[in-house]
């Protein structure tokens, strides 16, 4: 599990990275100029970035389920080569994604005013852009999107429904504790993440709902990452331990002022 949280973490910053610089210049200044390449390349690393999470979301997922419901065949099954193996095909998926929307985007003709009305470059921004004609474009998005998207999270749904049916024949009220606090966090997580996903591209945010899919984009791009070193430390007593001392000690310099 602490594998797999590092290469969350990785691509956190990664995702981070990519968007937050110049969305601060953005907020700062009103605006920013951008090449057409540095804005494919934007777009490209924050799909990689997603890809990557999906999947590895999708991944945890499994490893929560072989805990709970295989407990004893978890060792054998979750070894160090099954962890690499898996992160090394996840990151080979997510980069043949970047490669394959950087060809299409590239291959299209760009023409009039060139402004696109967001915080980073995201693929339908970039598509409006274009005088080509984008219907098999918008093909490949779904296609990409049901096996990158839809389908990782219907694995999740899955994993979670066994885990449930699972935790439900624990005899002790305490062993129902421990075992829904083991996936809590992986809960908030993947609620949050796909949650905006699924609003922002599976839903129209033409007009007034464009503003909202703005803000939501802003949930699994920057939030997010922000987010999850947080959610996954709450469980960590060494963590609490420092939280508490920090609070006392911030209620004490308050109380003296």
């Known amino acids: 599990m602490y594998f797999f949280i590092t290469q969350l973490s990785f691509i956190d910053m990664m995702l981070s990275t990519v968007i937050l610089p110049n969305l601060l210049y953005i907020i700062l200044y ?10 494919i390349s934007q777009f490209s690393f924050c799909a990689t970035a997603g890809v990557s999470e999906c999947l590895l979301l999708t991944l945890m997922s499994y490893d929560r389920y072989l805990a709970i419901c295989k407990p004893l065949h978890y060792n054998s099954i979750v070894n160090r080569t099954f962890c690499l193996k898996s992160v090394i095909i996840i990151w080979l998926l997510s980069f043949k994604v970047m490669l394959l929307d950087s060809i299409v985007l590239c291959s299209q ?37 049901f096996f990158f998207g839809l389908a990782p999270f219907s694995i999740i749904v899955i994993s979670y429904t066994y885990i449930v049916l699972t935790i439900l024949k624990i005899p002790s009220i305490a062993g129902r504790q421990k075992a829904f606090t083991t996936c809590s966090s992986h809960l908030i997580v993947v609620s949050i993440f796909f949650g905006s996903l699924a609003i922002v591209y599976f839903f129209p945010t033409r007009g007034k709902l464009g503003v909202l899919g703005k803000v939501l984009s802003l949930f699994y791009t920057v939030i997010t990452p922000s987010l999850n070193p947080i959610i996954y430390t709450f469980r960590n007593k060494d963590f609490k331990n420092a939280f508490d001392k920090n609070k006392t000690n911030l209620i004490y310099i308050m109380a003296a002022k």
């Open 30 to 39: 009103d605006g920013c100029t951008m090449s057409l390449s540095g804005c």
């Open 109 to 145: 003709y760009y023409c009039g005013p060139n402004i696109i009305d967001h915080f980073f470059c995201d693929v339908q921004p970039i598509i409006d852009l274009s005088c080509s004609n984008p219907s098999w474009i918008h093909i490949q998005i779904i296609v990409l999107s």
